[in-house]
């Protein structure tokens, strides 16, 4: 599996942005892809995750309903819209892939290279 994260890019803090990650490869369809975010000097953290089966997993602690996920199926590619961002949003958001992914980065199996968001206040 191949991913390629995109979208990312410099917004002013209240502005939105969509991140999308394009899949390939034989089991791209069948696997959970996740969303994941890494600031400067800290851990990588969960964001957001759909499974093949369009089931949606959100950590609410971070991101509470600021946050939607969605995957197209035809195109590969699952989407994270991330509204009314805040200036503690910066950072590089990769997506990941994994048969049976949840909320653990050691549960993904295949990363993409990641892309910068950075919020000014």
């Known amino acids: 599996v191949q991913l390629q994260a995109s979208g990312g890019g410099l917004v002013q803090a209240g502005g939105s942005l969509r991140l999308s990650c394009a899949a390939s490869?034989?089991?791209?369809?069948?696997?959970?892809v996740g969303w994941f975010r890494q600031a400067p000097g800290k851990e990588r953290e969960f964001v957001a995750a759909?499974?093949?089966?369009?089931?949606?997993?959100r950590n609410a602690a971070v991101v509470k309903d600021r946050i939607t996920i969605s995957r197209d199926m035809a195109k590969n590619t699952v989407y994270l819209q991330v509204n009314s961002l805040k200036p503690e949003d910066t950072a590089v958001y990769y997506c990941?892939?994994?048969?049976?992914?949840?909320?653990?980065?050691?549960?993904?199996?295949?990363w993409g290279q990641g892309t910068q968001v950075t919020v000014s206040s």
């Open positions: 490869g034989r089991a791209s369809k069948m696997s959970t």
């Open positions: 990941a892939a994994g048969a049976t992914g949840g909320m653990l980065p050691d549960e993904y199996d295949y």
């Open positions: 759909v499974t093949g089966d369009g089931i949606r997993i």
